[in-house]
């Protein structure tokens, strides 16, 4: 299901989403960019560093499965390779149904959580740190004595760090080798992202790279601006802004996402600059956003539902002078940008695709408004 698109050269398939983009603004939100930004690209294959992959014990067929769901289906394709993931995750499946099968709680075991980072002990955020590929293992019940050393065993010999999940996303735990520590940085803005394997990230690193450098391009946050970067999740884009000195306030609607955005700004030295806060912006009103106080810019990276309770609630004059927003979703992209643009008097300046998600349908994109 994830990867409708192979078939089609990587070039065309960025055409073809660019297309699906323009044809979104302007027949849902009747809007026009004055401006179509070249598309970003990253690397078609072996992108992918997040992923959940789901596990099947097959008793009738004496084997495991491991591997994704098949298009509109809750069966799992028999994988044995993925050319989207990391070459050496791929190189991993056959090996991890072996592991599995052999394990005690293989029917108890449904799901490997996928998080491929840098190793945070390696880094200052000047350059990229080690890889570290961490998997985390959805159990049902503890693994046995002889299953974990199983589990240790496959993680020295393959140079991966398990995690065990037995609850909800915030349950995980290092497994073996308890003390590699996941991060990803952003060189360019001298960054450190320590961050859980359970903890949304974006899926493609290298174009997160770029992305965030458009994104503040595209701001231009100067010291001592006023700029709120909302859905900000751990920071991704809050912290590059402060880096050049502006205030920014990041409003998330995850109490633990909040908590380690706050972590991530002092660990980068910028608590100063940058400040956190817990509340649900689909519910957003005047009232709250004008609680924020003056605006010189703002940040929007919504899922795919949008901003729309965001923008409704912008004033009528006196809003941020300048609005980049990071879309996941055109029609729900095209349909915010409507109401900017006719409700509150904002100009569509600028807006281009990003290919965050090679071979799929996925649309990415990044729109600049001003006032």
């Known amino acids: 299901g994830g990867c409708t698109m192979q078939h089609f050269e990587a070039s065309a398939q960025v055409a073809a989403k660019q297309r699906a983009l323009e044809d979104a603004l302007w027949h849902l939100g009747r809007v026009r960019p004055a401006q179509m930004l070249p598309a970003l690209y990253g690397p078609a294959w ?35 390779a ?15 149904r072996v592991l599995i099968g052999r394990l005690s709680i293989r029917d108890r075991l449904p799901q490997i959580e996928l998080a491929v980072g840098e190793d945070a002990s390696t880094t200052d955020g000047s350059a990229p740190g080690a890889p570290l590929y961490v998997m985390v293992l959805r ?21 991966v760090q398990f995690y065990l999940q037995p609850g909800g996303p915030y349950s995980a735990v290092p497994f073996h080798p308890a003390e590699a520590k996941l991060a990803y940085t952003l ?68 109490a633990g996402l909040v908590a380690r955005a706050t972590a991530n700004a002092a660990h980068n030295g910028l608590a100063a600059n940058a400040r956190f806060q817990l509340a649900n912006l689909f519910e957003a009103t005047p009232e709250s956003l004008e609680a924020l106080g003056p605006l010189d810019k703002m940040l929007i990276d919504p899922p795919r539902e949008g901003a729309m309770a965001v923008v409704k609630a912008l004033p009528g004059d006196g809003g941020p002078g300048r609005i980049v927003y990071v879309s996941c979703n ?13 409700g509150h008097g904002y100009t569509l300046r600028a807006v281009g695709v990003i290919n965050m998600f090679p071979h799929t349908a996925h649309v990415e994109s990044m729109a600049v408004f001003e006032r």
């Not at 993925?82 to 991890?96: F, G, T």
């Open 330 to 342: 055109p029609a729900t992209l095209a349909r915010d940008a409507s109401i900017l643009v006719q």
């Open 187 to 254: 060189p360019e803005f001298r960054l450190v992202f320590p961050f859980l394997p359970t903890e949304f990230t974006q899926v493609n690193a290298a174009i997160n790279r770029v992305m965030v450098r458009r994104a503040i391009a595209l701001l231009d946050p100067q010291p001592g601006e006023r700029v709120a970067d909302l859905f900000c999740g751990l920071g991704n884009f809050t912290l590059p802004i402060a880096r050049g000195g502006a205030s920014v306030v990041g409003i998330e609607g995850s």
């Open 139 to 159: 159990v049902l019940e503890p693994p046995s004595l002889d299953d974990a050393t199983l589990l240790r065993s496959f993680a020295d010999e393959h140079g």
């Open 82 to 96: 993925c050319s989207v993931l990391p070459v050496k995750v791929s190189s991993l499946l056959p090996k991890l």
């Open 46 to 80: 072996g992108y992918r560093h997040r992923a959940r992959l789901s596990v099947r014990h097959v008793a009738k067929k004496g084997g495991v499965l491991v591997g994704f769901h098949e298009r509109k289906s809750s069966y799992i394709a028999d994988m044995t």
